[in-house]
Protein backbone atom coordinates (compact mmCIF):
# COMPACT_ATOMS: atom_id res chain seq x y z
CA UNK A 1 0.00 0.00 0.00
CA UNK A 2 1.56 3.67 -0.82
CA UNK A 3 1.80 6.28 1.54
CA UNK A 4 -1.64 9.13 1.32
CA UNK A 5 1.28 12.17 0.15
CA UNK A 6 2.64 9.28 -2.60
CA UNK A 7 -1.44 8.75 -3.86
CA UNK A 8 -1.96 12.06 -3.59
CA UNK A 9 0.64 13.29 -6.26
CA UNK A 10 -0.09 10.73 -8.37
CA UNK A 11 -3.48 12.17 -8.73
CA UNK A 12 -2.62 15.79 -9.02
CA UNK A 13 -0.14 14.85 -11.60
CA UNK A 14 -2.56 12.69 -13.58
CA UNK A 15 -5.51 15.12 -13.34
CA UNK A 16 -3.21 18.26 -14.70
CA UNK A 17 -2.19 16.23 -17.74
CA UNK A 18 -5.68 15.24 -18.16
CA UNK A 19 -6.64 18.58 -17.94
CA UNK A 20 -8.24 20.97 -21.01
CA UNK A 21 -7.64 17.47 -23.63
CA UNK A 22 -11.31 18.03 -24.81
CA UNK A 23 -10.62 21.67 -25.03
CA UNK A 24 -6.73 21.19 -26.98
CA UNK A 25 -8.44 18.53 -29.39
CA UNK A 26 -10.71 20.68 -30.40
CA UNK A 27 -8.46 23.78 -30.79
CA UNK A 28 -6.07 21.42 -32.94
CA UNK A 29 -8.77 19.93 -34.99
CA UNK A 30 -10.41 22.98 -35.95
CA UNK A 31 -7.82 25.86 -35.85
CA UNK A 32 -7.77 29.19 -33.96
CA UNK A 33 -11.39 31.04 -33.71
CA UNK A 34 -11.72 34.01 -36.13
CA UNK A 35 -11.04 37.33 -34.70
CA UNK A 36 -10.46 40.95 -36.09
CA UNK A 37 -7.30 41.68 -37.12
CA UNK A 38 -7.98 45.96 -35.94
CA UNK A 39 -10.53 46.46 -33.41
CA UNK A 40 -12.95 49.18 -33.07
CA UNK A 41 -11.62 52.36 -33.42
CA UNK A 42 -8.53 51.69 -35.48
CA UNK A 43 -7.69 54.34 -37.78
CA UNK A 44 -5.86 53.45 -40.96
CA UNK A 45 -4.61 57.09 -41.17
CA UNK A 46 -3.25 57.50 -38.05
CA UNK A 47 0.50 58.55 -37.75
CA UNK A 48 1.83 55.19 -36.42
CA UNK A 49 -1.04 52.87 -38.80
CA UNK A 50 1.59 49.91 -40.39
CA UNK A 51 2.33 51.06 -44.34
CA UNK A 52 0.40 48.81 -46.73
CA UNK A 53 2.01 48.50 -50.36
CA UNK A 54 -0.93 50.25 -51.76
CA UNK A 55 -0.97 53.04 -49.36
CA UNK A 56 2.99 53.58 -50.08
CA UNK A 57 2.44 53.33 -53.48
CA UNK A 58 -0.10 56.21 -53.39
CA UNK A 59 2.40 58.51 -51.53
CA UNK A 60 4.84 58.26 -54.50
Known amino acids: MVSATQQSSRIRKRKSRRAGTA ?25 DAPRTAASAAAKK
Open 23 to 47: RKRDLRAHGTPKFPIHLEGYDPNAH
